[in-house]
């Protein structure tokens, strides 16, 4: 028998992901609809997208539909992107198995795509140093796109605690550097059924 990883390390979310499945776990999507819409609104095919916290999610395949070529999946969960790499075969895209505290990106992008990954991060430090890094590793004048539990959402994912916002807190959380463009609520249904509360926030890199 496995034994129970330390909650939010990379090897309990690994043994998420292999224990209820990809396509089973309570965030799972198949058309990440409100993600795409936003993206679509300010990118194109030719944009190079970072998708942090993406683990085994679908939209890195939409993209691929698009025609996007320069795409990169960060995930503290090898397992997860193992499962989308097996998915999409050898597409053009680049998967990184970090914790988003550590990584140190070696390159800029275009846009920022973190759909409930930000929101795990509960320590001040760690919040702040992921705006940093977010200022670091988008181009200016490019897209930064954040989904967390709203204010009314959740307040645990996974197992774990989560910070809820609403929209004009996560404007307040990016900082100055950042111009809120649109923000969207979202209602999420569970592969169970249930409902979740999200908000969405775009937001252009100054
Ligand atoms: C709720 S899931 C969302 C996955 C994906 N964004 C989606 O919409 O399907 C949260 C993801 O964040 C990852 N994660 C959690 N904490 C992380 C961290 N500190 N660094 C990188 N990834 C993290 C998990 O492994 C998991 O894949």
Redesign the pocket.
């Known amino acids: 028998m496995t034994e129970a990883a330390a909650p939010g390390t990379a090897e309990y979310?690994d043994q998420r992901y292999a224990a209820i499945g990809d396509v089973n776990v309570s965030?799972?999507?198949d058309a990440?609809v409100v993600g795409l819409a936003l993206i679509d609104g300010v990118a194109d095919s030719g944009a190079s997208v970072v998708d942090v916290?993406?683990?085994?999610?679908r939209l890195v395949d939409h993209l691929l539909e698009r025609g996007y070529r320069d795409l990169t999946v960060?995930?503290?969960?090898a397992e997860?992107l193992r499962a989308s790499r097996d998915r999409v075969g050898e597409a053009p895209v680049t998967w990184i198995a970090t914790?988003?505290?550590d990584w140190q990106p070696a390159r800029t992008f275009d846009l920022w795509h973190d759909?409930?990954?930000y929101h795990?991060l509960t320590d001040p430090d760690d919040q702040q140093h992921y705006w940093q890094l977010v200022h670091d590793t988008v181009v200016p004048g490019g897209h930064v796109i954040v989904a967390t539990f709203a204010d009314d959402g959740p307040e645990q994912?996974?197992g774990l605690p989560v910070t809820r916002y609403s929209a004009s807190q996560l404007a307040v959380a990016m900082g100055e550097r950042f111009t809120v463009l649109e923000s969207q609520s979202e209602q999420h249904t569970t592969p169970t059924g249930g409902t979740q509360s999200f908000v969405w926030v775009l937001a252009r890199r100054i």
């Open positions: 979310w965030w799972f999507q990440p916290g993406g683990g085994a999610s960060v995930d503290l969960s997860s914790d988003i505290r759909r409930a990954a795990f994912c996974s």
